[in-house]
Structures are given as structure tokens and as C-alpha cells.
């Protein structure tokens, strides 16, 4: 078996979610149950760090990864989806699991594989335990896929659990209120494990402070410890300063980052809680921190976070997908000086598109399209239905198309901004 045949197996005998939906969910964990015994709980031999959230929890992760790997922490790193290769799923020290460490495990497991069925997302977490086990790291920062409660992460017992922002997504799985959602995300809590909270949010309060007075854990709201202001962009450079107000001490601390959306400020509130609660647990510095914010690019290989691909014209792509992601995004791209805003637009099929277009502005020219997975939304339906919001463009069967006609009627001091989905940043990168 070579790495394109291990791909074809995943992506054709295990049903993903992100290629077909929420036929691919799976809501209990018997199958991670049975693939972790069956493994020897690999996850029991070094410790981790459980994050879940509805926007900001992969920015959060890879924040934090990289803090460890400043510390001198060997770390594993495990989020989804991935936007150009399957192994950016699975990472130790920033590096992305081998290939023949993916055909390994295909080959080693495949009868329990073929008789148990999992989806993909179960197997690729039982791969990604393995790995972090067989590589001897020393603490591992573990993304949900879907929800919290019944995500097949959640067999891990973490040293800490972290929660972000709560919006709109998934609610055909997880349940059509905010209330809802954050009640399954609420189910990463565990007995006596601190949980640190990034964002107050009125609708949501109430219920992690009584899932974490049933499990006897701390809990802490970042943002009523820690505020973050970050500047201006300067977008030749990528790169905003900060400044974290620490109420406790009261001090302020700056920083860099290399990722630009405005949206990361209660990302990085959420770390720093994340490290004032695990002082005691781990050893770190207070420097450790900043420079972990600052490096995470390098550090982790991050894409697709407000991400600059070019600048004559700018062209800015960002993995936002729902409405509390989107707004924060359009909102910032309605603040850039720009001759005419060009976006490059698509979703996925099951997205609820009336929740989400009416956000983007009718001054901009679209080009509507489609990303090369199963799920995606053909993009003549969704030019019609932006037609009902005033939003006017073309349509292009494909991602590389439209990002190619968007250049060629852009001007040096246009903008282009390409999302919608996460499948779309993937297939322009």
C-alpha cells in the first residue's frame, strides 16, 4: 500500500464528514471505545489539553501547541479539517505525521478497521493517539471535530478543558439553539478539571457554570480576567501588535501575532487564562506565552486564518464559516481602504445560507462556486439564492476558476476575499 492507496481506503471506506455530512456522524462513542481498547489507550501515557468551541477553537489550539513546543514540551497536536493534506490533522513539534506512519497504521489495523466500520473522524482520532504515543510526546492539544459531548476526542481525561465562543453551526446535530450547543459542548467538562471559558456569553453562562459546579470543576472566564486590544494591521507585513490587560496583577503585557483577523483578540484571551490555570500543572515562562502567540505560524504550520496570498491586488482568504465567524470577518474587510471589494464565495450543502448571506455586502462582485467535495453547494443555486439578498456575480464550477477570474478583473488597489467555507480556503490554497 502506498499513501494515495492509505487516502483512497479513508476517504472511500470510511464514512467523512466532510466530504458527505451528517450521514458520516456517529452520536456515541462505541466505536472510539472499542478502537481505544483495542489500541491500549494509547492517550493514557502523556497528558492533554481538551478544546471545544464553535469559532476560535483552532486558532486556540494551535496557540497553545505552540506555547508547549516555547516551554520545551515535545507536543502532539490533533484538529480538523485539514485544507490541503490529510496529515496537517495530525502534528508533533509542528511537523505532520509521516506518510508511512499513515500507511502503518492502515495496513496494521485494517481488519478491525473493515470489521468495526468507523467514520473517518474516529479512526483518524485513534490514529492521531497512537501516533502521539509512539512518538513519546509529552503533552498533547486535542480539537473536538463536532459538539463535545459525544466527539470521539472526549474519552480523554485532560489536565485542562477549554470552551470558545458558542454560534451557530451544526444545530442539525447538535440542536437549534445556542442554549443547545453549548450544552453538548459543555460535555468535554470533567470531574475535578479546571475549564477555562474564552467568551461571556449571556445565552451560555449559566450552563458551564452548572456543568462545572456538577463536576466540581473551576471554572474561568477569560475575558472577565484578561482583555485584549490589538492594533491596526499592517498588511505588507502580516503582522498586529497586542496588548493583554491582566486584572489580576495589573499589568498589561504586548505581544505580536501573526495572524490578523480581529476576531483573535478573545483567542488570545482565551490562552492566557488557559496558562494562569495550568501554572502548577506545567512549568512554563510568562515569555513562553508571547513568543508562542507570536510563532504560531511557524511553530504549527496554521493556515487559513485571515490569511495573506497576495497584495497587488490583496487577497485575503479566511476558513469562517457561520454567522458569528462571518460577521467578525466582513466587518474587518469593510474596514479596508480598497477601489472595489472582489469576494470569492461558496458552502458547503447543508450550511443554512439564511443565516449567513444576508451578512455580505451588495457593493462587492461575486463569483460564486463550488469546492471539490462531495457536500459543497453547487454554485448556481447559491447564485440564486444571493440574487434574493442583492449580492450579484458569476458563477465558476470550480475554486481555481473563480479565484482566477477574480485577479483578472481586479485592479492593484482592489481587494479579493475568499471563504464561505472551509473546503473553498482549502482549494485556493
Request: with cysteine.
Amino acid at each position: 500500500m502506498n499513501y494515495n492507496q492509505a487516502i483512497e481506503f479513508l476517504f472511500s471506506q470510511l464514512p467523512a464528514y466532510h466530504r458527505i455530512g451528517k450521514a458520516a456522524y456517529k452520536s456515541n462513542l462505541h466505536n472510539t471505545l472499542m478502537l481505544d481498547e483495542y489500541l491500549g489507550r494509547p492517550h493514557s501515557g502523556y497528558r492533554t489539553i481538551h478544546i471545544a468551541g464553535t469559532n476560535g477553537k483552532g486558532s486556540v489550539s494551535h496557540m497553545i501547541a505552540s506555547v508547549l513546543m516555547e516551554a520545551g514540551y515535545k507536543t502532539g497536536l490533533y484538529t480538523s479539517p485539514h485544507l490541503k493534506d490529510f496529515r496537517e490533522r495530525i502534528k508533533v513539534n509542528g511537523r505532520m505525521i509521516t506518510k508511512k506512519a499513515v500507511i502503518g497504521f492502515i495496513e496494521k489495523h485494517s481488519s478491525i478497521l473493515i470489521s468495526l466500520e468507523p467514520s473517518f473522524f474516529e479512526m483518524t482520532v485513534a490514529m492521531a493517539f497512537e501516533y502521539f504515543a509512539q512518538s513519546g510526546i509529552e503533552i498533547a492539544v486535542i480539537e473536538t471535530g463536532l459538539g463535545g459531548r459525544l466527539d470521539s476526542t472526549n474519552i480523554i481525561n485532560p489536565v485542562i478543558s477549554v470552551i470558545t465562543n458558542i454560534g451557530h453551526d451544526h444545530m442539525d446535530l447538535l440542536g437549534n439553539s445556542i442554549e443547545r450547543i453549548a450544552q453538548e459542548k459543555a460535555g468535554i467538562i470533567k470531574n475535578g478539571v479546571p475549564v477555562v471559558i474564552s467568551e461571556t456569553q449571556e445565552e451560555t453562562k449559566k450552563i458551564f457554570i452548572e456543568k462545572a459546579l456538577e463536576t466540581g470543576s473551576e471554572i474561568y472566564f477569560a475575558d472577565q480576567n484578561f482583555s485584549c486590544i490589538l492594533n491596526d494591521l499592517d498588511f505588507l507585513k502580516g503582522i498586529r501588535a497586542y496588548t493583554v490587560w491582566d486584572k489580576l496583577s495589573q499589568k498589561s503585557i504586548q505581544g505580536k501575532i501573526s495572524i490578523g483577523g480581529d476576531y483573535q483578540s478573545k483567542n488570545i484571551q482565551a490562552v492566557f487564562q488557559s496558562f494562569r490555570t495550568l501554572q502548577g500543572i506545567i512549568e512554563f515562562k510568562e515569555e513562553n506565552i508571547t513568543e508562542g502567540i507570536s510563532n504560531v505560524v511557524a511553530s504549527t504550520k496554521l493556515m487559513g486564518r485571515w490569511q495573506i496570498l497576495g497584495r497587488k491586488p490583496l487577497i485575503i482568504c479566511d476558513t469562517g464559516h457561520n454567522r458569528e465567524g462571518l460577521e467578525y470577518v466582513i466587518n474587518q474587510l469593510e474596514k479596508i481602504p480598497c477601489h472595489k471589494l472582489h469576494i470569492v464565495l461558496g458552502f458547503v450543502s447543508d450550511k443554512d445560507r439564511n443565516l449567513v448571506l444576508p451578512l455580505f455586502p451588495s457593493s462587492a462582485t461575486y463569483y460564486f462556486t463550488k469546492a471539490s467535495v462531495p457536500r459543497a453547494l453547487d454554485e448556481k443555486i447559491l447564485m440564486a439564492e444571493a440574487d434574493r439578498w442583492n449580492l450579484k456575480g458569476s458563477s465558476f464550477p470550480s475554486v481555481k476558476s473563480a479565484v482566477t477570474a477574480a485577479k483578472r478583473n481586479s485592479s492593484q488597489n482592489d481587494l479579493i476575499f475568499i471563504g464561505g467555507s472551509t473546503f473553498v480556503v482549502g482549494d485556493a490554497l
